[in-house]
């Protein structure tokens, strides 16, 4: 497994869980020196991502790109896969192509997390379902053809009312026509959700594609209940081979969080 910390770009998400938000020169810098193998990205469009700059701080850090992010689409505009108006899905969709489009360019996913929406208003849960299971068709093959998985992040109660565990989103991927989904497991929205964190990744055997390495507070590995040796265990039972993602506040602040969570990722990796 690989390790990768956060880097927003995004003005109107400085309150959200992402470590960095200084820039990307800033972001790589730090990751480096800290030791981290990649960076996740979390910008407000895909223009705004200057890809010479990019790929001049990973060649220059020896970084890799985990993923992009989506959700400033919904953050900023209010877009989201399962919006009753058409014109805004399409929207939605428009915009996760751009982001698949960058993020390829640097073999990395996107990832879909809040801009799938949510059950609300008049409509009914089978028909965002099907507006969702549209969406993700469109876009897992679209990622599929730039030779990159899509990654779907399900969310807690508290964000969405689609799938909030493991089991109902694979058993609701494993039914679409795509083979271009991946699931983004977020132990901070398992923490909720999962009665078992470690047995909830089992189910996901073979869907799990990018992990998101966040405590029960949603702060660095270490600082809240998340018992992560266990979680460990499972991931590698399941042969995953992919990153842990520091999505999380920087609290107390970036460096401490980022500090912790590489020795976290270190400490738990080095146990067998």
Same mark, same amino acid.
């Given at each position: ?17 992402? /470590?960095? @938000?200084?820039?990307?020169?800033? &972001? ?7 030791g981290f193998d990649a960076v996740e990205i979390f910008p407000p469009a895909? %223009? +705004?991502? *200057? ?7 990973? *060649?220059? @850090? ?7 992010? $989506?959700?400033?689409?919904? /953050? ?14 399409? !929207? ?5 192509? =751009? ?7 640097? *073999? ?12 609300? &208003?008049?409509? $009914? !849960?089978?028909?965002?379902? +099907? ?9 897992? *093959? ?18 969405? %009312?689609?799938? %909030?565990?493991?089991?109902?989103? /694979? ?6 026509? $795509?083979? &271009?989904?991946?699931?983004? =497991?977020?132990?901070? @929205?398992? %923490? ?12 996901g055997r073979g869907w799990i594609g990018h992990v998101h390495f966040a ?20 991931? !590698? ?19 401490? +969080?980022?500090?912790? $969570? ?11």
């Amino acid at each position: 497994m690989k390790s990768a910390i956060t880097i927003s770009l995004t003005p109107q998400a400085r309150s959200g869980p992402f /470590v960095f @938000h200084d820039g990307l020169a800033d &972001g790589c810098r730090a990751a480096s020196q800290l030791g981290f193998d990649a960076v996740e990205i979390f910008p407000p469009a895909a %223009n +705004a991502i *200057d890809e010479a700059e990019l790929q001049g701080l990973l *060649d220059r @850090h020896a970084l890799k790109v985990a993923a992009i992010g $989506t959700g400033a689409g919904w /953050v900023i505009h209010k877009w989201s896969l399962t919006s009753a108006d058409a014109a805004v899905r399409q !929207r939605a969709r428009d915009f996760i192509r =751009a982001i698949i489009d960058v993020a390829a360019s640097f *073999d990395a996913p996107a990832i879909i997390g809040s801009m799938q929406g949510k059950v609300e &208003g008049d409509v $009914t !849960r089978e028909q965002a379902l +099907a507006w969702l299971a549209e969406g993700l068709e469109e876009l897992g *093959d679209y990622a599929a053809s730039h030779g990159q998985p899509l990654l779907y992040e399900f969310l807690n109660r508290y964000e969405t %009312n689609l799938f %909030n565990r493991v089991a109902p989103t /694979v058993d609701f991927l494993h039914h679409l026509k $795509t083979r &271009g989904v991946q699931v983004l =497991a977020d132990l901070f @929205h398992m %923490n909720i959700e999962e009665a078992d964190l470690a047995a909830a990744l089992s189910v996901g055997r073979g869907w799990i594609g990018h992990v998101h390495f966040a405590d029960s507070n949603r702060q660095a590995i270490g600082s809240g209940h998340t018992q992560i040796e266990p979680i460990i265990a499972a991931l !590698r039972e399941i042969c995953y081979e992919g990153y842990l993602s520091a999505e999380i506040f920087p609290l107390p602040d970036a460096l401490t +969080a980022a500090r912790q $969570t590489i020795e976290s990722f270190r400490r738990c990796l080095a146990t067998k």
